[in-house]
């Protein structure tokens, strides 16, 4: 088993190293850095355009490994890193089949360059591989940088309150059990922009948003009844107007992930978020770890 990191060079930058390096080092594991470049056509050319193409990826493929090299030894001289190439026409395809050759543990990738500095952006290769992939997929904020600590501190798991999202709560109790490290519920309580404002006016609003806060106190005060969770594991109601406000009431720490649950939808899309994890993801400060269904 190892951590499989997607990098090529010129995209996502050094981040995906950076929280692939320390998720290696908490699982106590190796890492195998995945590079997938374009694949030729199978067809020959008489232009010699096919050798010129798999020259260039070829080219690409090593140029990738080298800078991961230098940036992975930067971060940790003595891990046990590997370098893979990959020959796909799509990389989340050619992602995939890394993860299943070299018998991964955990997906890390980047997010897109277009985003801003420190949020979670997914882009159409993250996008594809959240409906595909086998194994949890970390997705790293841009620009996020390796914590001092070393590997992980915490690992905080997003309860919405509902009886099918329990078993979400139990494997991330487990996983941080067996690793060693703390681990936090947190339910999101969230009014939205417009909730009925034409109707039953802001006060009505702020009535309805604390009776979803008192519920989720109750949920979360439940797991520790029925021993989902332990005495010593923080719960929180995060609440905001928006999700940007609630995520950003709560406390986040050096070397934290923020986990996500998923639903199965079927044996080819694996993994499928719905609107609130959509939200999570896209505001969380954090790198977001998500487990398929």
Known sequence: MT???????????????????????????????????????????????????????????STSAEQARRIIAEL?????????????????DG???????LDAEALVLGSAADGQLGQVVVGSTADRLLHSCPVPLAVSPRGYRR??????????????????????????????????????????AVRGRTMYPPLVGLSEEDLVLQEWIDQA????????????????????????????????????????VLAIGTSPASAVRRVFLGERGSKILRYSPVPVLVLPG
């Open 76 to 92: 940790d001289s003595e891990l046990e890193v590997t370098f893979h190439k990959f020959a796909h026409r799509s990389v989340s």
């Open 147 to 188: 914590p001092k600590i070393g590997g992980l501190s915490r690992i905080t798991c997003a309860y919405p309150g509902t009886r099918d999202a329990v078993d979400v709560v139990e494997r991330i109790a487990v996983l941080t059990r067996s690793l060693g490290v703390a681990m936090r519920v947190v339910t999101f």
């Open 95 to 101: 992602l995939l089949e890394a993860v299943e050759s």
């Open 217 to 256: 106190r109750e949920s979360l005060r439940q797991l520790k009844i029925d021993g989902v969770i332990g005495d010593d594991v923080d719960v929180v109601v995060a609440s905001g107007g928006a999700w940007d406000d609630a995520l950003d009431s709560i406390e986040w720490i050096e070397g934290e």
């Open 3 to 61: 951590v499989v990191v997607g990098y090529l060079t010129g995209k996502a930058g050094a981040s995906p190293l950076h929280l692939a390096v320390g998720a290696a080092r908490t699982l106590q594991t190796s890492l195998a850095v995945a590079t997938v470049v374009p694949r030729p056509w199978m067809t020959p050319s008489p232009a010699r355009i096919d050798a010129e193409y798999a020259q260039y990826a070829a080219q690409l493929a």
